[in-house]
């Protein structure tokens, strides 16, 4: 009971500041247009509404952040659908299939003599909807097969191209970068950033890191001996990549949290 | 009927992209495939809205716990699907850009669904921090060399690195931690990352290779 | 006067923390939280700025851009949502005014729907007012966002008039000048995707820069940066990562034009706030980690 009323005061009071916010920013709008400020007012204080709902949640679930949570899932959905529609069955469907439809959204018709194969992917795109049919949602399966097929197809030579052959090939590289001789590289021997010997340091690290992290995920053979100790290095670069990934994943997300507060402290206080 | 067909029509797909590759004759075989697949991936986006409104609406009929946010998730659905479809308040109406400046769809964009997908993801930063105080701990050699390495991207990546260690001199500058982050990303990471990425590569191309031989079936599911 | 605020908050609030760690008891999550949102909104408050270098993988991609001859050829791809928004689009408008400084010609377009919607925000803050002798179809053009991830990029590749019949405003690719001589992405002379995401930057490396053999740049969200740097420098010239990567960009832009110094730098301003966040987590793990040694040295548990 006490909860509810608790709620209750919550909700007019966070009411009470939106129409405020409503009120101040509509109050200071640049637009020429009462209609304008008064809306872009509106969504302004919505978005920061919605902004602290989302934060809510860390103190606990409530009803303000399952009311923001349940509209982002709804308004995703709708765009990205409205996009498909637009960029896809405008943009690529209708050009190719009828004059008529491409004067009417305003898409350039193109005249080919083998258009009648564009209808083949609606046809599967139709099929892959009968999955919304519980008694002939197996059809789906055919468009599914379509879309597995071609990532399939498109993955094997790009990732043998790419990831496998062009990374095994950017491994071997010089480990003695610059060398004049044994003699020349002790005389020249220091810790600069951009030094011979760092430079030679990091071929070696490259190199060795990533046989032996190799090694380390080849889990056929026992981790004993030279082999053992092979994977112990692997693992070790391995640590210092994750470690280098969490850093970067901390900057990311502070960076996120700090485009929020400006949003907050800018757009809709105007402090900054 | 159920099996086989999907089995052919993957193959047949899957082999003509990997041939045509060869064949700089057939070329637009491969445009054409992969133009099709950008269609059909359209539907997989129809798909996701067919499938939403009956499981919502399915929700809200049987009025089940939590209904009413079901209701703001088809409002929703709907008010974003109307102003895409209709371009309402576009300035260049029906031939304009859907995101042009001004249309409702765009304001919809920028008001609602932008702070909304932006803050899911800051509340990470919260996360990211909390996990910091009570989950990295320095229990072993492989936790501590992760934890270093960290603690010298988190430095060196910021503008306290180079006040920190910038006294030290021109023949050690590797030391300096902002440098020393970079060798981190350059040297050591770049080989893990390596490494990882040849493995997933081997995984990728043998999975592509399972499928299109018909070795690999799960996705036809388990029945029939 | 805003640093030694911030630093005496902070500071304390710290010592605060370690001081009850040592002393065993729990410190509530929440208190955590909102330790970070305060720090983080006392640096935006206090606008506390650093000074950035170019690192190389910046400055490459910057001197590539810098030295392609007036006219080049330039993709920019948005690839990238609100949630990679803060860290991504002030690399992606800061490419726009440098390609467009150097009179080159920018062909934008999208992997990501969301990409397309961040890029009529760019184009309306940032292309047309500091850029208003740039013609559309002339000096840029907007192909908006095709579905199919890297299949789009598979036809692009050799034809871009399959894939995108026309511009994202509904006019024929012939129509447009800067096409005449464009049939694929092949004659590009660069490629960047903006993104940190799938598709991004690997898509356009796997699909577009290794095939097509076209020099090929990126601007990535800090998450997947990591994960890119195998490519560089052989199949990527060189990489953004996260609002640190933007950071040096915008730092080497204004060094070389200042008369973008009065313009919005955002990611030059989000390094205080980076930098004093990035401090309160390295204090987090090391007041953590004392903690923990402190109850194994007694035999407890953490």
């Known amino acids: 009971m006490t909860s509810k009323i608790a709620m209750r005061i919550l909700t007019a009071i966070v009411a009470l500041i939106f129409l405020v916010s409503w009120i101040t920013r509509s109050g200071s709008g640049m637009s020429d247009s009462a209609f304008t400020n008064v809306r872009d007012g509106f969504l302004i204080t919505f978005a920061v509404f919605l902004t602290l709902s989302i934060f809510s949640f860390l103190y606990r679930d409530n009803p303000f952040y399952k009311f923001a949570e349940s509209l982002y899932v709804g308004i995703s959905a709708g765009y990205w659908m409205s996009y498909g529609f637009w960029s896809t069955i405008v943009g690529n469907f209708v050009p190719r299939a009828s004059r008529s439809l491409s004067e009417f959204f305003h898409v350039p018709y193109q005249e080919r003599a083998d258009h009648i194969l564009i209808y083949i992917p609606i046809i599967f795109g139709l099929i892959l909807l009968t999955r919304l049919l519980p008694k002939i949602g197996w059809l789906s399966r055919w468009s599914l097969a379509f879309i597995i097929g071609a990532t399939a ?15 095994v090939s950017n491994s071997f590289i010089p480990l003695f970068v610059d060398w004049k001789g044994a003699g020349d590289f002790v005389s020249h021997i220091s810790l600069a950033a951009d030094g011979q010997f760092i430079a030679i340091l990091s071929n070696w690290v490259i190199f060795v890191g990533v046989m032996c992290g190799l090694v380390y995920f080849f889990f056929s053979k026992e981790h004993k001996g030279a082999f053992g100790v092979a994977s112990r290095i692997g693992i070790w670069i391995l640590m210092i990549t994750f470690g280098a990934s969490f850093g970067y994943t901390v900057m990311g997300r502070i960076s996120l949290l700090v485009g929020r507060i400006t949003f907050l402290f800018g757009d809709w206080l105007n402090i900054l | ?34 133009l099709y697949f950008d269609i059909i991936a359209v539907f997989a986006f129809f798909l996701g809205g067919g499938n939403l409104i009956r499981v919502h609406a399915e929700k809200v009929s049987r009025k089940s716990a939590g209904w009413i ?47 909304l997908n932006s803050t899911m993801y800051a509340l990470l930063a919260f996360y990211v921090a909390s996990a910091s105080y009570r989950a990295f701990r320095a229990k072993n050699t492989e936790a501590t060399i992760l934890l270093v390495a960290a603690f010298v991207i988190l430095l060196g990546r910021t503008a306290l690195g180079v006040l920190l260690t910038n006294w030290i001199p021109a023949q050690f500058s590797v030391l300096q931690v902002p440098n020393l982050a970079i060798w981190i990303m350059n040297a050591p990471n770049l080989a893990g990352q390596r490494a990882i990425m040849i493995g997933i590569s081997l995984g990728v191309i043998s999975m592509s290779l399972r499928l299109l031989l018909g070795i690999e079936r799960s996705y036809l599911g388990g029945d029939n | 006067m805003g640093l030694i605020i911030s630093a005496v908050v902070i500071g304390g609030g ?86 467009l400084e150097k009179k080159h010609r920018l062909y934008f377009m999208s992997l990501w729907a969301t990409g397309q919607s961040l890029l009529s925000v760019s184009l309306n803050d940032v292309l047309k007012p500091e850029f208003p002798d740039a013609k559309y179809g002339v000096d840029y053009c907007n192909l908006g966002y095709k579905a199919g991830n890297e299949g789009v990029l598979n036809v692009v590749i050799t034809n871009f008039r399959k894939m995108f019949p026309s511009d994202a405003n509904g006019n024929s690719l012939d129509s447009l000048p800067m096409f005449k001589d464009v049939e694929s992405l092949k004659d590009m002379d660069l490629l960047i995707s903006v993104g940190g995401g799938k598709p991004g930057v690997k898509e356009w490396i796997l699909f577009a820069g290794d095939p097509g053999k076209v020099a090929m740049a990126g601007g ?83």
């Open chain 3, 14 to 99: 710290l010592l605060w923390m370690l001081y009850l760690s040592i002393k065993g008891q729990d410190v509530d999550r929440r208190i955590v939280y909102v330790f970070v949102g305060a720090t983080v909104a006392l640096a935006i408050i206090f606008r506390l700025e650093f000074g950035e270098v170019a690192t190389p993988i910046v400055k490459s991609v910057f001197d590539k851009i810098e030295n392609l001859p007036a006219g080049s050829k330039i993709v920019l791809s948005y690839d990238f949502d609100p949630a990679m928004a803060p860290e991504v689009n002030p690399m992606a408008n800061a490419f726009i005014r440098h390609i």
């Open chain 2, 1 to 34: 009927m159920k099996r086989q067909i999907p089995m052919l029509i993957l193959s047949a797909v899957g082999t003509l992209l990997v041939v045509s590759v060869f064949i700089p004759s057939a070329r637009h075989w491969q445009e054409d495939a992969s």
């Open chain 1, 153 to 167: 197809g498109l993955n094997l030579t790009r990732y043998l191209r790419s990831d496998f052959i062009s990374q």
């Open chain 2, 69 to 115: 946010y079901s209701v703001v998730t088809l409002l929703g659905f709907g008010i974003m699907l109307v102003t895409g479809l209709f371009k309402i308040g576009n300035p260049n109406g029906i031939a304009g850009d859907i995101s042009q400046a001004g249309s409702y769809f765009q304001l919809l964009f920028q008001y609602v669904m932008s702070p």
């Open chain 3, 220 to 302: 990535s969200a800090a998450v997947s940066a990591p994960l890119l740097y195998p490519y560089w420098p052989r199949q990527l010239i060189g990489l953004l990562g996260g609002t640190k990567g933007a950071a040096e960009y915008e730092a080497e832009l204004i060094k070389t034009y200042p008369r973008f110094k009065d313009k919005s730098m955002p990611a030059l301003r989000m390094m205080g706030p980076q930098t004093m966040a990035h401090v309160v987590i390295i204090a987090f793990i090391v007041i953590g980690n004392v903690a923990y040694f402190r109850s194994r040295k007694k035999g407890g548990q953490l």
